[in-house]
Structures are given as structure tokens and as C-alpha cells.
């Protein structure tokens, strides 16, 4: 009889495991609150989301966008990698203007993908833009 308890139990138990995992997702890189005029992004599609950094190199637009100052991203390289990854790296057209906070928007994003910063899960893709110049090589 306790052997059936148990195993009625763990039946049971079983199908509170199942995860609700998403297919796919879009981290953003730098993860801080603070980017330089002319600092480059890094957007990384998993799984399914891989195919909207792929329309990137395809006609697909990015824009880091303050008030009526919009920027065009232009793409520098998109690289696949292991484990369904693909990063693409942009650059800004132009140099942003300091002081003024700037907001991601890709118009590629189907309504399944989640952008969201390196530990910043659920917080809007913005940086208030600092004076300087980023002439480092990334790390």
C-alpha cells in the first residue's frame, strides 16, 4: 500500500515539471544603463528567434529611437554559432546625442520574440546616452 501511495504520488507530482519555456528570445548587449555616442550593440537570437536576426542582413531595419531623433543600425556582421545562436552586431549610422535616452526597436520582431538585456529580464531596451566616444576594442 505504500509503495501504491508513492507512486500515485509521484504520477501526480510529475506534471507540475513540465516548464513553460519560450522557442526563442533576443538578449541585448551592453547590458548597463549607459552607452557612449558611438558604442556598438550586440543583439543574440536563440532558437526560433534566430530567424529575426537573420532579416537583419536581409532587409530587416533596427533603430535606437529619442523622441524625434531616430538612428539607423547598420549591421556589421551576424555570426551562428553553437546551441541555435545567432548574434548580430550593429553599429549606429550616426553619433547619438548625449544626455538623450534611446530605445531598441528591430521591425523584424515576430510576436513570439522577447527582447530583453543581459540580466534585465522584462525591463524596456534603453540607454541614456553618455559624452565620449567609444574607441576600445570590445571585450
Not at 94 to 123: C, H, P, V, W
Request: aromatic content about 12%.
Amino acid at each position: 500500500m505504500k509503495k501504491l501511495l508513492i507512486l500515485v504520488s509521484v504520477f501526480f507530482y510529475s506534471f507540475s515539471l513540465f516548464a513553460d519555456c519560450g522557442a526563442g528570445g533576443i538578449r541585448v548587449f551592453p547590458d548597463g544603463n549607459e552607452i557612449l555616442k558611438n558604442s556598438i550593440i550586440m543583439i543574440e537570437g536563440y532558437a526560433t528567434s534566430q530567424e529575426t536576426i537573420n532579416k537583419l542582413k536581409n532587409g530587416g531595419q533596427a533603430y535606437l529611437i529619442s523622441g524625434d531623433h531616430i538612428v539607423q543600425l547598420n549591421v556589421v556582421g551576424i555570426y551562428q554559432g553553437q546551441y541555435s545562436l545567432t548574434q548580430a552586431i550593429l553599429k549606429p549610422e550616426e553619433e547619438l546625442f548625449a544626455g538623450n535616452e534611446y530605445t531598441l526597436k528591430i521591425d523584424s520582431l515576430s510576436r513570439f520574440d522577447q527582447m530583453y538585456k543581459i540580466r534585465a529580464y522584462g525591463k524596456p531596451i534603453s540607454w541614456k546616452v553618455k559624452d565620449g566616444l567609444d574607441n576600445k576594442k570590445p571585450l
